[in-house]
């Protein structure tokens, strides 16, 4: 390694007798006979000229280290920078991928990464930056990196045009079915039971969802962009849900749904206030059939009232055109407000009202909806998880008919708690646990609802 640096030294000696006049005073002294470094001096040196703007100088050091071993990480690493400082994205980018996988310390991989992913962000590959930045985050050596990671993943993903998310997760259920509580009930004075499948059927519940989002056009104050989306759910039975209900399939329960859909958002002036207006339709499925096509119009305003606390109103309507039975159409009108606070602490408080009217020419479809709920987020982990509780209440009002001479009227509440796990992570996904407990009350009893849902899913923490 010497004789490699000697030679180097040689043929730079009066460039880097000028570079680095200052720095260290064994390496600034260029004598005849040139300057004799170790490889750890040359990494040192290498670097320090770097931060004094003298990529050149830097390369020709780096490139001799490589030369003399292909797979030393820091090398490489410092190879990869100065190439970035020269303009050469794409040979930094390669570069910085042979340095990841040299690496032998979570400093070269997170040096490495970033240096990957700020090359990918350079060359407009926005997609690929975020994914090299979550590698980044995952080996930052301290907390001081991990948000320089950060940082950079939020920068790439703000310059990115395309948004995609998507989520999975899996639910032990008491109620896939949303089936009834109520095994006995009365009609007009003569007792019922209710078959098997009319009843709560337990099993598990298997979740995904993808959204996609798509920038078409940007302002300084708008842009306007493209959206999509799918969900799935499906289900297995358990052994009591089978042995309840014989004839049932899980298929019978399986949900899905498609849209697209385009969304316009402009700021105010003061930034202050951002309003915005969407357009979706898409079809959903039931049991393999489809069930609906659907059409919503939403328009929002979301207001800055200080640092920490926002407040969003929303109005929307959606028509819904049903598969199975025509009288089971609707035209539904909502409107929602959200008030959003950062306490002192660092907790989260949400607290939403929303107001619901369906129009449809069936009874039991045709409803007013009002709820409320409120959300807290623990501002510190308690043992290694982050702490969600929420109480969430809506109440239903149905029409009277022949069956139901006094309306019908019905209660949910719903009680959750969930746990994000921070201690346990890669590339910034934790997994999380979340409980919820619902029931329903209704003066008619066949629409008394009670379920237990334990989820395990899996969310990014940035």
């Known amino acids: 390694m010497r004789t490699v640096c000697r030679l180097l ?120 930056a975020q ?30 045009p395309l948004d995609l998310r998507a989520s999975l997760g899996i639910t032990a259920s008491s109620n896939i079915n949303d089936g009834t509580s109520t095994e006995v009930i009365d009609l007009f004075g003569i007792p019922f039971r209710l078959q098997g499948a009319s009843r709560a059927l337990s099993g598990i519940e298997f979740a995904l969802d993808m959204r996609l989002r798509y920038r078409i056009a940007e302002t300084a104050r708008s842009n306007t962009a493209l959206t999509a989306a799918l969900s799935s759910r499906s289900y297995r039975l358990s052994s009591d849900a089978r042995a309840q209900a014989p004839e049932a399939r899980a298929s019978d329960y399986a949900f899905q749904s498609a849209e697209v859909g385009i969304v316009h958002r402009m700021a105010v002036a003061d930034n202050t206030a951002v309003h915005e207006i969407a357009g979706r339709f898409g079809r959903s499925w039931y049991g393999g059939d489809p069930l609906s096509d659907f059409a919503q119009l939403e328009l929002s305003r979301m207001v800055q009232l200080r640092p920490g606390t926002s407040l969003r109103f929303a109005l929307s309507g959606q028509h819904q055109r049903r598969h199975d039975s025509a009288a089971r159409s609707a035209t539904v009108l909502g409107a929602q407000v959200e008030a959003a606070h950062v306490l002192d602490s660092g907790a989260n408080l949400l607290v939403m009202a929303a107001f619901r009217q369906t129009d449809a020419q069936a009874s039991h479809v045709r409803n007013t909806a009002q709820r409320a709920l409120v959300s807290y987020t623990m501002a510190e982990p308690v043992a290694g998880m982050r702490l969600t509780s929420s109480v969430d209440l809506e109440q239903r009002r149905f029409p009277a008919d022949a069956m139901q001479p006094d309306g019908r009227r019905d209660l949910r509440g719903t009680l959750g708690l969930s746990a994000s796990f921070e201690t346990i992570e890669y590339m910034g996904f934790s997994p999380s646990l979340n409980v919820r407990y619902s029931r329903t009350r209704s003066n008619v009893a066949v629409h008394e609802r009670r379920s237990i849902d334990v989820f395990m899913g899996v969310n990014s923490r940035f």
Do not use: K
């Open 131 to 160: 994914l090299w930045l979550r590698r980044a985050a995952h080996s930052a050596p301290d907390a001081e990196a991990r948000e320089a990671a950060e940082r950079n993943f939020n920068h790439a993903r703000r310059a990115n």
């Open 9 to 128: 030294c040689h043929a730079v000696a009066l460039m880097l007798g000028v570079a680095i006049a200052g720095l260290e005073p064994r390496a600034a002294r260029a004598e005849g006979a040139g300057i004799t470094l170790d490889r750890d001096e040359s990494i040192l040196l290498g670097r320090q000229i770097l931060t004094r703007g003298r990529p050149e100088i830097a390369l020709a050091l780096a490139r001799a280290l490589v030369e003399r071993d292909a797979r030393d990480a820091d090398a490489l690493v410092l190879l990869a920078a100065a190439l970035q400082h020269t303009g050469a994205f794409d040979e930094a980018r390669a570069v910085a991928h042979a340095a990841y996988a040299a690496a032998d310390t979570d400093e070269q991989r997170f040096e490495a990464a970033m240096l990957a992913g700020r090359s990918d962000f350079h060359r407009g590959a926005h997609s690929r």
